[in-house]
């Protein structure tokens, strides 16, 4: 694959933030509408979310946009980093949702209201959590197969939304079939689903840190470098100085190679030509930077990781 038909290959991906934004559009109405024919505060803490999915989603796919731009003269590793603000932004404004539907939901406890028809906006419901789920799973599977940090984080996000419909949509059910002393189970119900909430968002907001401090790479992607690396143990001693970072779908790699003093130049070269060859055809979108010495500058031949 060529370097242009790379770009044009994750270029690809921006498609399923499109998808993201229409269906959380969809899902705001549908729950909107739950809302206004149940009146329940549980509806309208999923339709607040469902906000939070708009603006996320959209977030989202500026930042997709940029993450694909090639490197620049200002930008020299590509723009793959700017996946990590995206996730954190995204964590920060799914635990800022969560203390609003808790305020909300606190505020009916203290003052309960009769709620309306709620069958109706149990049925809407589930149609909206359906949307997201079918939207989130197609979302997934692409951030797999494009190794798209982004996508995956905006795909946990509406599969969150799924599960806290869940809950939401069985407590009314209970309520539904129950009398008014079981409407408290609304607000209650909201608040727990608060909870869930803000565990999500505290999640995404440690991975997002995580990467922007690079982080290494996982350590079965290491293993397989590794492999790969002392299959040519014939030629040289050992390696040393391994580090590895990943930025967007990037990963970068670096490693001194430990070879025989009195290897030339040009075989040296090869040698790394043909180690790098192999970690590309293994390893997706390596970067990789090699630094040959003489083994006998290293007598204890340890590897470094």
């Not at 951030?143 to 009314?172: C, N, P």
């Not at 990037?250 to 025989?260: A, K, N, S, Y």
């Not at 630094?291 to 204890?300: A, K, L, N, Q």
């Amino acid at each position: 694959m060529t370097k242009n038909e790379s770009a044009l290959y994750r270029n690809k991906s921006i498609y399923y933030g499109y998808m993201s934004i229409i269906a959380s559009l969809l899902t705001l109405g549908l729950k909107s509408a739950a809302y206004f024919f149940s009146g329940s505060i549980g509806l309208l803490s999923d339709a607040l979310e469902s906000v939070v999915n708009l603006v996320a989603g959209t977030f989202a796919t500026v930042c997709l946009t940029i993450a694909n731009k090639p490197p620049d003269r200002c930008h020299q590793f590509g723009h793959g980093k700017i996946e990590y603000f995206s996730g954190g932004v995204e964590g920060l404004l799914i635990i800022g949702a969560a203390f609003g539907i808790a305020y909300a939901s606190i505020d009916r406890i203290i003052t309960p209201i009769e709620l309306g028809d709620l069958g109706v906006g149990l049925l809407v419901a589930v149609i909206a959590a359906a949307v997201n789920f079918f939207t989130a799973q197609v979302m997934l599977r692409a951030a797999k197969h494009f190794d798209s940090l982004i996508l995956e984080a905006d795909a946990k996000h509406l599969m969150t939304d799924v599960w806290t419909s869940v809950g939401m949509v069985a407590g009314l059910g209970v309520m539904l079939l129950g009398t008014k002393s079981l409407y408290i189970l609304d607000p209650i119900v909201a608040i727990v689903m608060s909870l869930r909430i803000v565990y999500t968002g505290i999640g995404l907001v440690r991975t997002a840190a995580e990467n922007l401090m690079d982080g290494s790479l996982p350590e079965s992607e290491i293993k397989t470098i590794h492999e790969i690396i002392y299959k040519y143990k014939g030629y040289y001693c050992t390696l040393h100085a391994f580090r590895t970072r990943k930025s967007g779908a990037v990963r970068f790699i670096e490693f001194h190679l430990l070879t025989d003093g009195s290897m030339s130049v040009k075989l040296a070269h090869d040698l790394v030509g043909a180690i790098e060859q192999d970690i590309v055809q293994t390893i997706p979108d390596a970067k990789i930077l090699v630094h040959v010495e003489p083994f006998e500058d290293h007598p204890t031949s340890l590897t470094d990781r």
